[in-house]
């Protein structure tokens, strides 16, 4: 009997198990598979900091979420309509997330007495009762994965570790997903071991059969794709997104990309991306911490090459005097903070904003730095371009706001157009500049762009322009030492008219309002986008007319800021911290901007974020 | 084990650097900035010898690049006609490895102190000497902190009497040498500031060495330490104090030569006397030695307090690999192998592998 068809416009799926059963290359594979097919997708990956913990316990579980739909979605959505839990720690970890009546995939081999008892099971709940309001299917998946390969020459071990395939092919089935890009994925990545690739190869394809045989699903899902603007398109994370983005930039301002960087969770991958990719005269430098990576940037930019760090909230705090020297010398300097929970260690792999003050003023002394935010996975290389225009244009450094969910989410991009980066131009100086009293002509390394206030920038190996910087105070124009209180406020003042004047080549504050009328304002900036933009629709969806307004500059704030924030009768800002930017907009601008912050380790709910709206609209 | 760079042995240890059309004159170094060191500091030595000794390099002074950490030894790049950077406390090495990676046309000098370096930028020191980047470390080595007036530094005897430490400090000082060659040095040398025909070949040895080269300067600091280096630099005692190191010579020293440095029977080195232990079996200098077991001995005999028989001179020179060549090779290659990455070849990776099309 041919099964049924269901059309569904959207689906939130979440593989849960161990941080050693593979959940997150099963998410991964799933998400190409739905990239391929056209849906529109957004992806969470949620997993612990340590790299084995103990097995089966809760502390252990590792999470992927992947929302895919018929039509343009924002997040990687609230909770699932399917869990897949391979074992009873991850049952019990995300089943309070699951709404009553979603669909439950799990591994029965797994619900053992002692697996029960580790998590704190009296009795087996596939057997009380207790998961009655889900539609439990629940499949041997560890077995039947040994079954299937009876015949084929691996350990019991690697059988047993091919249950993630067999979970994959079953999901496959299920939502209709291509296997071709599966295959060719396993073939490569089991190139070298024959016995594997077959090992997983045949698990795989076992679990898309048990879904055409099974009686247990008598249905399958289709979700048509997502009507989307014309081009070309492929899945992206935000860190990928970022490494690509640094390297456009390298190309279009035609400066070699130096990136010195100490590892850290969760901007490793930045680093590790850019080390493949010499051929574009990348130079990645490993560095000895911190510090370290950060200085040897700025050496290199010193030298006239794009200098670019990456890191996390601690090595942020590690870099800031770094930061401040290169404020002083007014050298181009990208550093990519990757947040994540903080404070110290915090949650290395979980999501927050809390670095907005540090980036702003976490240096001594008055050290402005232009700080900007990507909204979406995507969005990070255009966040990558932009920095380094801002950096190399006005001879600063320039801190990105990534955080860990932009960082490891991703979702489908429209390739860019190479021809639309904005130009990017070091114009380096190549001449003196100033004459002596004495009529001799000498070059001024202060001496300054009267419309950006760049100063000028002549690389070692320009003859005749040999010169000395440091973090003394420079005199204004010929950048001697110079403890002239005059002087020291006139520079001061200098590099703040510098970075302010950045809001000349910034966009003005786009606000979203299709009604019009609305007299509720909802903020936000950096990776909120998805969240606030999501419950902002479900909330006019609703009736309520509201705005929207994101920022991507935080420093210098849009031309146009105050204007817009005056417009309204009540500003809501939602933010991963505890209020860092309302903070600030309050003092700036004397608007009573009502905070609404979260610091769970994880992106807004849409739920939650819409009734928090629909409160603060409805509220006289 | 050291493993020559390849084609080493071709090239020109500063290969890469521009040379000049008309021979340079010391006089080319000096700028117009008014040079602050107190009257009588001993950096004024240094700066003019590194000055006067500079043009016979015939390289071209835009290629060239003073980096410097905090400290009274890091205003050095101010009073240099070159390129300069004039940085933050400890961080020199840091900042000169990524320009010096970047830019293999310069050649990059890092100029800093005892505490500078071996304080808070110890660990960028002791990583720039395991990578031997091509680099050159001048220590000035005054074993006291000058800029913040006196404190004792990671080179000061134990029990030293400073404003921070008035019942005498606690801590054992470093031994920059033994510290550099503990840290995978492939060149270490001492010398002293006042000791011009000396510095000027150390110098010369130093920027003559594809790879991190430290050289250490005893410089005395005549307001808070002054004669630091008396018992190593006084007529009166200097022979007998300061062993001179001269490569492939047998080592000996003393007024009349009459001391000797030997090898014991149970391996460590001491210091004979010369005639009586016989002269055919004191250690002959070798500074090119793959095992720096010996030069680490030598660096050992110095009293820790008194700075008592010292040597002095090239300890280590062997060639190794520089991190910034072998980048440059990996670089080559991967071009070589995958051609250069033009704006095709971005497209392409910005792709990537899983693509799909949709129609308008």
């Known amino acids: 009997m041919a099964k049924q068809v269901v059309q569904l416009d959207r689906v939130i799926i979440r593989f849960a198990g ?65 869990l897949v839990a391979m074992n009873p720690a991850a049952l019990k970890a995300n089943l309070p997330e699951l709404p009553r009546g979603s669909d439950l995939i799990v591994n029965t081999d797994e619900f053992t007495k002692r697996n029960l008892a580790r998590v704190g099971y009296d009795e087996n709940p596939l057997e009380t009762g207790a998961l009655d309001a889900y539609r439990v299917h629940a499949i041997p998946l560890t077995s039947m994965t040994v079954e299937a390969l009876k015949n084929v020459d691996v350990t019991r071990k690697d059988a047993e570790r091919a249950k993630n395939m067999f979970a994959l092919g079953l999901l496959c089935w299920l939502y209709h997903r291509p296997t071709e890009g599966t295959i060719a ?53 935000g860190n990928l997104a970022m490494a690509y983005g640094l390297l456009a930039a390298s190309w279009r301002s035609s400066l070699p990309l130096f990136l010195g960087s100490y590892p850290i969770t969760p901007a490793s991958d930045i680093l590790h991306e850019l080390s493949k990719h010499k051929r574009f005269g990348v130079r990645t430098f490993q560095a000895e911490d911190e510090i370290a990576g950060v200085g040897a940037a700025l050496g290199a930019a010193f030298g006239g090459h794009l200098g670019v760090t990456t890191t996390s909230g601690p090595g942020l705090a590690l870099k800031a ?77 320039v801190i990105v706001l990534s955080d860990g969910y932009l960082a490891n989410g991703s979702e489908p991009w429209r390739l860019p157009d190479l021809d639309e980066l904005p130009p990017i131009d070091p114009a380096f100086s190549t001449a003196v500049n100033h004459v002596a009293a004495d009529g001799t002509e000498e070059f001024w390394p202060y001496l300054r762009d009267p419309q950006t206030l760049a100063r000028a920038w002549a690389a070692p190996g320009t003859a005749g322009l040999e010169h000395r910087i440091g973090g003394l105070e420079k005199q204004d124009g010929s950048g001697d030492i110079s403890y002239d209180p005059a002087n020291h406020d006139l520079m001061v003042r200098t590099r703040q008219a510098k970075v302010d004047r950045i809001t000349a080549s910034i966009p003005p504050l786009e606000v979203d309002d299709p009604d019009g009328d609305a007299d509720i304002l909802v903020l936000g900036w950096g990776s909120t986008y998805g969240p606030i933009g999501a419950a902002v629709r479900r909330c006019r969806d609703a009736g309520l007319h509201v705005a929207q307004a994101h920022f991507r500059h935080l420093n210098p704030l849009p031309v146009n800021t105050e204007q817009v924030l005056k417009g309204y009768r009540k500003v809501l800002l939602p933010e991963m911290n505890l209020g860092q930017l309302a903070l600030l907009l309050r003092g700036r601008f004397l608007v009573d901007v009502v905070s609404y912050t979260q610091v769970r380790g994880l992106p807004f709910k849409v739920a939650e974020l819409a009734s928090v709206i629909h409160e603060a609209a409805t509220d006289e | 084990m050291n493993s020559p760079a390849p084609g080493f042995g071709l090239i020109d240890p500063l290969a890469g650097i521009p040379t000049v059309d008309e021979p340079l004159t010391a006089k080319d170094f000096k700028t117009d900035q008014e040079v602050r060191w107190c009257p009588g500091c001993g950096d004024y030595a240094v700066l003019a010898a590194v000055q006067s000794f500079l043009p ?64 808070i930028g110890g660990n960028h020191l002791i990583h720039a000497l395991r990578r031997n980047v091509n680099l050159k470390v001048l220590l000035f080595n005054n074993r006291i902190y000058g800029l913040t007036k006196g404190q004792y530094s990671p080179t000061s005897e134990q029990g030293k009497v400073t404003k921070s430490t008035p019942l005498g400090s606690l801590d054992v000082p470093f031994n920059p040498v033994s510290l550099a060659l503990g840290a995978e040095a492939s060149f270490v040398a001492r010398t002293i500031d006042s000791d011009r025909k000396h510095l000027t070949g150390v110098l010369r040895a130093a920027a003559h060495h594809r790879g991190t080269a430290l050289v250490e300067i005893y410089q005395n600091c005549n307001i808070f330490n002054d004669g630091a280096f008396e018992l190593l630099k006084s007529p009166d005692t200097k022979d007998d104090a300061v062993i001179r190191l001269e490569d492939g010579e047998p080592i000996r020293f003393g007024t009349e030569g009459q001391h000797g440095v030997a090898r014991m029977p149970d391996g460590t080195l001491r210091v004979v006397d010369a ?35 010292t040597a002095i001179g090239v300890y280590r020179d062997v060639r190794r690999a520089t991190y910034d060549d072998l980048l440059h090779e990996q670089i080559a290659s991967a071009v070589d192998d995958q051609g250069i990455g033009d704006r095709p070849v971005l497209e392409d990776l910005i792709a990537g592998k899983d693509t799909w099309t949709v129609e308008a």
């Open chain 1, 185 to 237: 994925f396993l073939k490569k990545k089991f190139a070298s071991k024959p016995e594997l690739l077959r090992a997983n190869t045949i698990a795989f394809e076992a679990g898309w059969s048990f879904g055409e045989t099974t009686e247990d699903f008598s249905v399958s899902y289709e979700i048509k794709p997502a009507p989307v603007r014309p081009g070309r398109y492929r899945n992206i994370s």
């Open chain 1, 321 to 397: 005097e770094t930061v401040g020297l290169a404020v002083s010398l007014e050298l181009p300097l990208v550093i990519c903070d990757i947040q994540r929970g903080g404070p110290s260690t915090g949650l290395p792999t979980k999501t927050e904003q809390s670095d907005l003050l540090q980036a702003l003023y976490g240096r001594n002394g008055e050290a402005p730095v232009p700080v900007l935010a990507p909204r979406s996975p995507s969005d990070c290389f255009n966040a990558a371009v932009e920095a380094v225009r801002i950096a190399i244009t006005y001879r600063t450094p």
């Open chain 2, 56 to 119: 016979e390099l015939n390289i071209r002074r835009e290629n060239i690049v003073f980096v410097s950490g905090i400290g009274c030894s890091s205003r050095f790049p101010y009073y240099m006609n070159t390129y300069g950077m004039h940085s933050i406390h400890g961080r020199a090495p840091a900042i000169a490895t990524g320009l010096a990676i970047s830019r293999p046309d310069l050649s990059v000098w890092v100029v800093t102190g005892d505490g500078d370096a071996l304080s």
């Open chain 1, 18 to 82: 161990d941080s050693g059963d593979g959940m997150q290359l099963t998410g991964d594979r799933f998400t190409s598979e739905t990239a391929l097919m056209g849906n529109d997708l957004a992806t969470l990956p949620d997993f612990p900091a340590e790299i084995r913990a103990p097995a089966g316990t809760l502390p252990g579980v590792s999470a992927f979420q992947l929302h895919f739909a018929d039509h343009d979605i924002m997040t990687p959505g609230d909770s699932p309509n399917v």
């Open chain 2, 275 to 309: 005639a009586e232990y016989g002269t055919k079996r004191l250690i002959v200098h070798d500074a090119q030695a793959p095992n720096p077991e010996v030069a680490f001995a030598l660096s050992r005999l110095a009293d820790p307090s008194t700075l008592r028989t």
